[in-house]
T-cell receptor, first 117, second 116 residues
């Protein structure tokens, strides 16, 4: 079974600064996706960024980028120029592309990020 | 495109009752997944449907069931409600290419179920 670990339950960052959220995962599979989702206080889960395991290049989406280290099974999220609207719970998630555990997301426990004005 | 919609948004039930939650996926999405979110257990996978067939099921008791209709809309049912079933129930849909190809899941706003 896959596991996802987020070791930082809470973090804070000053507005306009940069913050990095950590995520590690454990799997014996080679084909998978990794995701970061954000869940603001409104509770709607929103996709932030996706990384395919077969791609060596790190994914980026505007101010959001990841540092994907496949051998180390590490998948951190960097948020640049933090904005007040980035305040939310951030969940790291894993999905197998084949076999056991496919079609389902395995989530970490989340990191609560607060952006301070 | 309209996003994933879930109804109702809030629900209050008493122990022993049953409840049905509904999910309409993004137009064109054929895979629908359900998750339970609680403060203690976090986000846990319930089940996933594609073409009216359950392809994957999480570790939940048989009181939790679901189905998918031909238009890809899905419902989940919880029978004999327990206090511990109080949770946010999230539905997610994805564009499924068939033949085992799986893709990004997009979430609805959730249904907040309170069991008294």
């Amino acid at each position: 079974a896959q596991t996802v670990t987020q070791s930082q339950p809470e973090m804070s960052v000053q507005e306009a600064e940069t913050v990095t959220l950590s995520c590690t995962y454990d799997t014996s599979e080679s084909n998978y996706y990794l995701f970061w989702y954000k869940q603001p206080p409104s509770r709607q889960m929103i996709l932030v960024i996706r990384q395919e395991a077969y791609k060596q290049q790190n994914a980026t989406e505007n101010r959001f980028s990841v540092n994907f280290q496949k051998a180390a099974k590490s998948f951190s999220l960097k948020i640049s120029d933090s904005q007040l609207g980035d305040t939310a719970m951030y969940f790291c998630a894993f999905m197998n592309l084949r076999g056991a555990g496919s079609y389902q997301l395995t989530f970490g426990k989340g990191t609560k990020l607060s952006v301070i004005p | 495109k309209a996003g994933v919609t879930q109804t109702p948004r809030y629900l209050i039930k008493t122990r022993g009752q049953q409840v049905t939650l509904s999910c309409s996926p993004i137009s064109g999405h054929r895979s629908v997944s359900w998750y339970q979110q609680t403060p203690g257990q976090g986000l846990q996978f319930l089940f996933e449907y594609f073409s009216e067939t359950q392809r994957n099921k999480g570790n939940f008791p048989g009181r939790f069931s679901g189905r998918q209709f031909s238009n890809s809309r899905s419902e989940m049912n919880v029978s004999t409600l327990e206090l511990g079933d109080s949770a946010l129930y999230l539905c997610a849909s994805s564009l499924e290419g068939g033949q085992g190809f799986t893709d990004t899941q997009y979430f609805g706003p959730g249904t907040r179920l309170t069991v008294l």
